[in-house]
């Protein structure tokens, strides 16, 4: 029997408790478009598959997919973030509102586009990838618009987290002034890291949430040294926890499940995910999952179990979709009755 189980039944009991809560959530945003087609020949023009284009369709991408991951597991998300003046903002926007998430703090950035993913696939497989964006980090006026933003909405909120994608909007000093504000309300903070920020940004946060390989460059370990030590990641989780000041970090580790450091204990939590078809946007539903269910007053163990299954769900689709409320609950169900693990 798989260990996850155990938590089913806390889950069950308590998930009706997320719908109350509100979640803060500060970062960058995008829109993810797809182009789903068939290849039946290679182009005469060079070597590359002509892609016949069956449908399109464009959904959240970045801090607003967690942002909807919120909303469809029950509670409100409150997202503040950073969009261009052009028509991809407003189709944002819209798809936001559809969502149940609130467009009201996106800060118009003149000087720089929407950032938008467009991703060709054929059968559930990418074939190309094209990124329309700027690299680049806020003016002053505008990081302070951002500020302004968190600190009229932090009081009414059950957690707050920081979700770096290295886009420009998470700077150090916006997300050093974000923690202490979070810190003088009594807020807990959760951090989804970029591989290349530096740790010092996120000093002060509650928990943070690397996935597997951004754990390893986060802690400067060499991948040599990985092959030949079985306690590295023990190693590379406090590193990093020493790193931001915390006594508690998630490792997302894939089909491995997660690791949890919490006070001194360690705690591996196997994942129950049977098909993976896309594993974008997986770390996102985690984060949403985490931060609703913990600032919500769950066990952290508990929150990650529900964060675990969450993820379960969402691997299983393909692109950046939430889990439901229904779903998750459907899940846990469907495999507390044929006891898979």
Not at 226 to 239: A, E, M, V, W, Y
Not at 273 to 287: C, K, P
Request: hydrophobic letters at 40%; aromatic letters at 4%; proline letters at 5%.
């Amino acid at each position: 029997m798989n260990p996850l189980t155990r938590h089913i039944p806390y889950i069950v009991k308590n998930v009706d408790k997320l719908r109350s809560r509100q979640v803060l959530i500060v970062g960058d945003v995008g829109l993810d478009e797809y182009v789903l087609g068939q290849v039946r020949r290679i182009s005469p023009e060079a070597p590359v598959p002509v892609v016949e284009v069956d449908t399109e369709e464009a959904r959240v991408g970045l801090s607003a997919n967690v942002a909807q991951n919120v909303a469809s597991l029950g509670g409100t998300p409150v997202l503040v973030a950073v969009v261009g003046r052009d028509g991809a903002a407003e189709q944002l926007r819209g798809l936001l509102s559809r969502a149940g998430v609130s467009p009201e703090h996106l800060v118009v950035d003149g000087t720089r586009p929407t950032t938008r993913k467009l991703r060709v696939m054929v059968a559930n497989h990418h074939i190309v990838r094209v990124d329309y964006e700027r690299v680049q980090f806020l003016k002053p006026e505008l990081e302070a618009q951002v500020l302004e933003r968190v600190r009229a909405c932090i009081q009414t909120v059950s957690a707050v987290i920081i979700q770096d994608y290295a886009k420009g909007v998470i700077s150090e000093s916006l997300a050093q002034e974000i923690i202490q504000l979070a810190k003088a309300a009594g807020k807990k903070v959760l951090v989804d890291p970029h591989r290349t920020t530096p740790l010092a940004y996120y000093r002060g946060a509650d928990l943070m949430k690397p996935n597997y390989v951004e754990s390893v460059a986060l802690s400067g370990e060499k991948v040599d040294d990985l092959r030949i030590d079985p306690d590295h990641l023990n190693r590379i989780g406090q590193k990093l926890m020493a790193g931001i000041a915390s006594s508690t970090l998630v490792i997302t580790r894939g089909k491995d499940g997660m690791r949890l450091f919490d006070s001194g204990r360690v705690t591996d939590l196997p994942t129950f995910a049977r098909q993976v078809f896309d594993v974008t946007g997986a770390g996102d539903t985690v984060i949403a999952a985490l931060a609703l269910a913990w600032g919500g007053g769950f066990p952290l163990e508990d929150a990650c179990a529900l964060a675990n299954f969450a993820a379960g769900v969402v691997v299983e689709k393909v692109g950046c979709v939430p889990c439901s409320t229904q779903e998750l609950l459907e899940y846990m169900n469907t495999h507390t009755q044929d006891g898979v693990g």
